[in-house]
C-alpha cells in the first residue's frame, strides 16, 4: 500500500520491488542505506542497465504469472539481472492482474535485478481504486503518457515471451533458476534422482498470497473437495497481509483450505524465511516440497540441507498436494477419487479483487511518539536478544597484511548461506549472538563440508564463527574467498555485519550480488578478481595483504600479494566500485562512524 505508479521508492526488504506491479520503481537495499535516507543523506546507484521483457499473447489455463518470472530466471539465470530494471511491456501485460504483476516484480529478485516494473494500465488502476485510492488512480491515469515506455524504446537486451506458449513449470531444487515445465518434471526428477513423493505443499508468502492467489487455490480445494479428496501431502497457506488474511476468512477461502486438510498460518515470513519447526522429517533425510515462495536455497525453508525445494504458482503447488506427487501435471493427469472415478482437475479461476471489497482485519499499528527527544532506548544488558552497538575500529591507516583466510567458498553463497534466518531471527538485535550463524551454510572447497574450517593457529578443524572468533581474539585480520555471484537473496545486513563483528577485513570474489553491496557501509572491502580464475591461485592456507591503501582512489584496482605455505608469492588484481564517499566510511571504519564524524 506504499507503492503507487512513478514512485521512486526504496525498502530494507530484497522483495521490494513487489511494487513495480503498481507502477513505481522500487528497489530492495540494506537497512545502513534507509539510515541514510531517514537522515537525509543522498542515496547512490550505479546507473543500471535495462532488460526489456516483451509479452505477448495471453495468460490462461494452469499459466500463471508466476511461470512468467520462473521462465524469465530461465533465461537470464539467478545473476543476468545484476545491474538492470527489469521494463515489462508489450500487450501481453493486459492479461495480468495488478497483483500477478507484483508476484512477477517481486521475484525479479531472484534474477539479481536492481528492481521490476510494469507500465501503468486499467489493471492497477483497478486496484487502487479497491484499496481506496481513487485519488491516485486519477491522478495516475490524467499523466499515463510518462508512466509507459517511450515509444520505440531501446533496451540493453530484449526478451520476448509469447504467454500463448506459457505452460506451467517448477524451478528447482537447491536454485531458483533451473527451469522444469511439469510436462518434463516426472522425466527430469527420474534422471536427476530428486524424490517424487511431495511430503509438504506451501503456498502464501510476499510472492504470491493475493487475493486472486487465494482464490484460484481454493477454486482447485473446492473442485477437491467436491470430490470428497483431502490433500495427501501437508499443505500449509500464508496469508501475506493482515488484509489478505482477513479477506480470504471473510469470503471462505480459508474454510475450504481447512475442509482439505490445509493449515492457514499466520500474515508473515513463516516457512519461506525458515520460521517453520519442521517435525514430519528428520534432518538430513532426503525429502521433496512444492512451495509457491520466491527462493529455495540449501537449507532455506526448513534447515534440512537434503530437502529438495521447488518453487511454482500456488495453483500447480495445490494440485500436487492432492497427488502428492512431484511427476504430476495437472494439465494432463488425473487423480483417482475416493469412489473410485479418475478426476482431473479443471483449470483454476479465482476473482482478481474481492467483490465486498477488502477487509483490513486488526489494525496493530503503533504510532511513534510525536516527540522522540524524551525517549530512552532501555536494553537490559543481560538480554540475549537485544545489544547496543559499539561502533567499529577505524582503519588504522596501513596495508592491510598477512590476513588468514577464514574460507574459500565453494560454489552458491547466499545471504542465507552468509547468515541464516529461521530461528536466528531471535537474535536480529543482538549482533554478537546472531553471528554465531556466520558462514555456517558456506561450503569449504577444503573438505566439501558446511560450518568445518581449519583453524591455522591451532591446526584444528571448527565452527567457522568460533574459529574466526579466535583469530579475532589474537588480532589475526581474516578475509573471505569466494564464487560468482557472492550474497545473493535477502536485503538482510547482518551478512555484512558479522564479518565486520568477527573480524573480516575484505570479501574477495569473482563478482557480487547487486544486494551485498552493504558491505561497503560496514568498513569491509568488497573486492573482485581482476582475472577471475586468480580464485583458483589462492589457498586455504594462504596469508593475504592488500597493498596500496593509502592511494586507495576510485577506479583503481588494489594489489594483493598471495604468500604461499611453500614460501612463494605472487600479486594479483582485485577490482572495486567504491566512490569517495564510500572510502571515507572504509577509512573511518563504516559509514555510521563517518556519519558521527561529520555531525
Known sequence: NYAFPGVLLIGTDSHTPNGGGLGGLCIGVGGADAVDVMADIPWELKCPKVIGVELTGELSGWASPKDVILKVADILTVKGGTGAIVEYHGPGVDSISCTGMGTICNMGAEIGATT?????????????????????????????????????????????????????????PFTPDLYNPCTDMRANAEKNGWPLEVKVGLIGSCTNSSYEDMGRSANICKQARDKGLKAKSAFTITPGSEQVRATIERDGYAEIFRDVGGVVLANACGPCIGQWDR?????????????????????????????????TSPEVVTAMVFAGDLGFNPETDSITAPDGSEFKFQAPTGDELPSKGFDPGEDTYQHPPSDSAAVKVDVDPKSDRLQLLEPFDTWHGKDLEDMAVLIKVKGKCTTDHISMAGPWLKYRGHLDNISNNMLIGAINIENDQANSIKNRLTGEYGAVPDVARHYKAKQLNWVVVGDE??????????????????????????????????????????????????????KPDDNISIVGLNDFTPGKALDCVLKHSNGSSETIKLNHTFNQPQIEWFQAGSALNRMKMMA
Open 279 to 311: 517435525k514430519d522429517v528428520k534432518m538430513g533425510e532426503k525429502n521433496t516440497i512444492v512451495t509457491s515462495y520466491n527462493r529455495n536455497f540449501t537449507g532455506r525453508n526448513d534447515a534440512n540441507p537434503a530437502t529438495h525445494a521447488f518453487v
Open 116 to 172: 521490476s516494473v510494469f507500465p501503468y494500465n486499467k489493471r492497477m488502476k483497478d486496484y487502487l481504486i479497491a484499496t481506496n485510492r481513487k485519488d491516485i488512480a486519477d491522478a495516475a491515469t490524467s499523466m499515463q503518457e510518462h508512466l509507459v515506455p517511450d515509444e520505440g524504446s531501446q533496451y540493453d537486451r530484449l526478451i520476448k515471451i509469447n504467454l500463448n506458449e506459457l505452460k506451467p513449470a517448477l524451478n528447482g
Open 485 to 538: 555471484n557472492y550474497g545473493e537473496g535477502s536485503s538482510r545486513e547482518h551478512a555484512a555485519l558479522e564479518p565486520r563483528h568477527l573480524g573480516g577485513r575484505a570479501i574477495i570474489v569473482k563478482s557480487f550480488a547487486r544486494i551485498h553491496g552493504k558491505l561497503f557501509k560496514q568498513g569491509v572491502l568488497p573486492l573482485t578478481f581482476d582475472n577471475p580464475s586468480d580464485y583458483d591461485k589462492i
